[in-house]
Structures are given as C-alpha cells and as structure tokens.
C-alpha cells in the first residue's frame, strides 16, 4: 500500500514543478526575440571577424 503514496507523492511532485515552470515562463518582462537578436548579432560578428585560414577556400 505504501507504493501508492510514492507514486501519488511522485505525481504532485511533477505537477507541481510543471506549474512552477508554467509560471516562471509567462514572465513579462521576458522578450523572445531579444536573444535570438543577440544570437545573429553574434553570429554577424563572428563571420566578419573570421580570420582568412578558417576561410571557406582554405581546403583548395
């Protein structure tokens, strides 16, 4: 009987971090698109500062 009590425990535990999660995600103040900005910026910037021997013809 007390494998019933684990797993119901065992289930609040979830349910519950599954709300928590659900809740720290509806933040306002977060902004989806700020990183990903932040990632092309990178990703910009890391292009133009390539240096030429990791350059796309350096196999030729």
Not at 1 to 17: E, G
Not at 20 to 33: E, K, L, T, Y
């Amino acid at each position: 009987m007390h494998w019933w009590i684990l797993i119901s425990i065992a289930a609040a535990i979830l349910v519950a971090l599954n709300v928590v999660f659900r809740w720290a995600s509806r933040d306002g103040g977060m902004d989806a698109d700020i990183p990903r900005h932040h990632f092309r910026a990178e990703q910009d910037w890391r292009g133009l500062h390539r240096s030429p021997i990791d350059g796309p013809d350096r196999h030729r």
